[in-house]
């Protein structure tokens, strides 16, 4: 043991480590994705991006076998929502047309957004249950920035905290760190989400906020609101599975259930760009 | 085996429990087990100092490289636990399935312990809040893990090679 101390290979070894302290140093004092770290993702996105693509061919080929009578079921089931679906499409689309038509005449306009998107592969996961981020395999290569805002087919999902060449990292709006404008669909009233450790563990957050005499319920939806610029207006965020008041009851809280599966995530859409139409 | 295919094997599994680790998932209440992490433990206590030390250095430099915290976090404590477990199984633990799976749990906590320390200077969080909703899962996970990779080394560094857990490389 104690001519470890002695050797080489100590002096060698707390070189590294000093060399270390001081990459985790700077970044700490910079705050903002070093070059070595950008290297290191380069490199490694790859590598991440095949061992991805393996794990999903080999998951899905046992998934397909294992599961046949029940996908069979879900299909007939889902074949019979669509026809119900396509029939409410039909409906709106009436709603829609008449909408339309009073905004015309009482000359009413309203935002609407032109979006950008660039499509990635979740390559890494969170692993640690601290953070609610995940890794894509796109980056400034792609035309991504810092702050891009990323969605799904179910809703939002983040916003891109980290960016490299060819690798992000994405934060959910789980993830403490993380604030969303939000809105209630149905009162119009106005929260912003936070995220917390016990609450992002069952895959959820909390909105706080909102007015104490708010008709929120239990079922609810909740969109962004868009207010501040950050977020674009409407993009669902999910639907209220709890209502509690504030400690110090001056206003409710809702607990979120996201409309998106981020435990099953496998591809995103970055909006690279998006801007305000007015109609 | 030889040497060179004992490293070799080694080395893919590290490989293999990394790319696991943060790749699929989350396993439980959002977070996966420290593969890694209960992989340098393991190994720890089948090896000598510089190779413990190295393997928690590349297992925790793998995993900066997957995560998007600090770069070279890990790679600093995985090499410290890696060398302290070497230390303490010369000195204390016996070498045993059990012992392993003790020292394992210990140096889970302390991992995380740490990494809440660190999370703590941004985001303050009640280290109750954190125990029963991070440690705990990643603690329980673990357990079975522990024992599962104990085997697998135990394979790896049979008996009749000469090592065993407790006594290592010459």
């Known amino acids: 043991m104690k001519y470890f101390f002695r050797g080489r290979f100590f002096t060698v070894l707390v070189l590294i480590v000093c060399f270390l302290l ?5 970044v700490a004092v910079n705050g903002h994705t070093m070059p070595h770290e950008e290297l290191v993702g380069v490199l490694v996105s790859p590598i ?65 957004y032109s979006f950008e998107y660039v499509s990635a592969d979740v390559v890494t996961v969170s692993s640690d249950g601290w953070s609610g981020s995940f890794g894509i395999n796109a980056g400034t290569g792609a035309g991504i920035e810092k702050g891009d805002i990323v969605v799904c087919e ?36 106005v929260g912003v989400t936070e995220g917390r450790l016990d609450l992002k563990a069952k895959g959820q957050c909390l909105v706080r906020y909102l007015n104490k005499d ?25 639907t209220v599975s709890e209502v509690q008041y504030e400690d110090n009851g001056l206003s409710l809280n809702a607990v979120l259930t996201p409309a998106v599966s981020f435990e099953s995530l496998k591809e995103v859409l970055v909006i ?5 139409d007015a109609q | 085996m030889k040497p060179k295919l004992r490293l070799i094997l080694t080395g893919i599994l590290f490989l ?14 959002g977070c996966n087990p420290p593969y890694l992490l209960c992989a340098v433990v393991v190994y720890a206590m089948f090896s000598g ?43 204390i633990i016996s070498g045993n399935v059990f012992s392993c799976t003790i020292t394992g749990i210990l140096t889970v906590a302390l991992n995380e312990f740490a990494l809440w320390g660190i999370e703590n ?41 000469g090592y065993s857990a407790g006594r290592r490389f010459p």
């Open chain 1, 22 to 26: 001081g990459f985790m140093l700077s």
């Open chain 1, 48 to 112: 991440r991006t095949g061992f991805t693509w393996c794990k999903n061919q080999v998951t899905d080929l046992f998934s397909s076998i294992a599961q046949y009578d029940e996908l069979k079921e879900k299909n007939a089931a889902l074949r019979e929502q669509i026809n119900d679906l396509q029939q409410q499409v039909n409906d709106l689309h009436y709603h829609k047309v008449q909408n339309d038509r009073y905004k015309e005449m009482l000359s009413i306009t309203d935002p609407s």
């Open chain 1, 154 to 189: 179910g809703g939002l999902v983040g916003k891109v905290t980290e960016v490299g060449l060819n690798w992000s990292t994405v934060s959910t709006f789980l993830d403490p760190q993380i604030s969303v404008g939000a809105m209630l669909l149905s009162t119009g009233d």
């Open chain 1, 214 to 238: 708010s008709a929120v319920n239990r079922g609810d939806q909740i969109y962004t609101s868009g207010l501040g610029g950050v977020y674009p207006k409407g993009l669902l965020l999910g």
């Open chain 1, 272 to 276: 690279t760009n998006f801007s305000e």
């Open chain 2, 16 to 29: 293999l429990l990394g790319l696991t680790e943060f790749c699929v998932g989350p396993l439980w209440w």
């Open chain 2, 49 to 91: 100092e510089k190779s413990a030390a190295l393997f928690g250095l590349f297992s925790g430099l793998f995993a900066d490289s997957m995560t998007s915290g600090v770069f070279g976090l890990h790679g600093v404590m995985y090499l410290f636990f890696g060398y302290m477990i070497v230390f303490l199984t010369e000195k």
């Open chain 2, 121 to 161: 200077l941004d985001h303050p969080t009640d280290l109750l809040t954190a125990a029963q909703y991070v440690f705990l899962p990643r603690l329980v996970m673990s357990l079975p893990l522990l024992f599962l990779l104990y085997s697998l080394f135990s394979f790896l560094f049979r008996e009749r090679d």
